[in-house]
């Protein structure tokens, strides 16, 4: 099946640098999505990589690895506000199959 | 331009009944997809609908049913409500399956 993983928390200090992972089988999509979704709001699209390598888009930045069947997302500078749940979601092969989400990782800032 | 519109925000309902929810998706956007989401669950694939045609269809029960209309607006029943069909349900629409953009959502208390 098409799965897709990612850790369910992770902790962080106000001002640092954190990482979010995602792994997938590698045969089941070509494109990962990153968005940010607050408690009691929708998600917000924040990145999509099709490509391999890194996208920078000011103090997030998305990897991908399409034959590692792996991408990251990269918070810097972090802020209070950056305190949310980040979902990661396949694109599949065929464009006509239903985008993938995986659980999210719920991410704490602290002060 | 106009985002997503979920209607209505809020919703409370009695065990047995039926709950028809709401989604207008951006203009010119025709396809549509629903999610359940649950605390601990992610995002929970419903359906999609596209040009008034269901195109992909996750693992639920029979009670939960969709359609699309020429306009691409678009609704979902749940009938026979049960407790656990307590969530917040998400809308979104997506020119392609590029990617999505998130109405607002219904959050649906079941009691």
């Known amino acids: 099946g098409q799965n897709i993983d990612q850790p369910t928390e992770m902790t962080a200090t106000e001002g640092a640098i954190v990482q979010i992972n995602c792994t997938y089988q590698?045969?089941?999509?070509?494109?990962l999505f990153w968005y940010q979704q607050h408690a009691g709001e929708a998600p917000t699209f924040l990145s999509y990589?099709?490509?391999?390598g890194l996208e920078e888009k000011g103090r997030f930045s998305s990897f991908l690895s399409r034959s590692k069947g792996y991408s990251y997302l990269l918070l810097k500078e972090l802020q209070m506000k950056d305190s949310a749940s980040y979902l990661c979601?396949?694109?599949?092969?065929?464009?006509?199959?239903?985008?993938?989400f995986g659980k999210g990782t719920r991410l704490h800032i602290l002060p | 331009k106009a985002g997503v519109t979920q209607t209505p925000r809020y919703l409370i309902k009695t065990r047995g009944q039926q709950v028809t929810l709401s989604c207008s998706p951006i203009s010119g956007h025709r396809s549509v997809s629903w999610y359940q989401q649950t605390p601990g669950q992610g995002l929970q694939f419903l359906f999609e609908y596209f040009s008034e045609t269901q195109r992909n269809k996750g693992n639920f029960p029979g009670r939960f049913s969709g359609r699309q209309f020429s306009n691409s607006r678009s609704e979902m029943n749940v009938s026979t409500l049960e407790l656990g069909d307590s969530a917040l349900y998400l809308c979104?629409?997506?020119?392609?399956?590029?990617?999505?953009?998130f109405g607002s959502g219904t959050r649906l208390t079941v009691v």
């Open positions: 979104a629409s997506s020119p392609d399956t590029y990617g999505y953009t």
């Open positions: 990589n099709v490509l391999d």
């Open positions: 590698t045969s089941g999509f070509n494109g």
């Open positions: 979601a396949g694109r599949p092969m065929n464009r006509d199959d239903k985008i993938i």
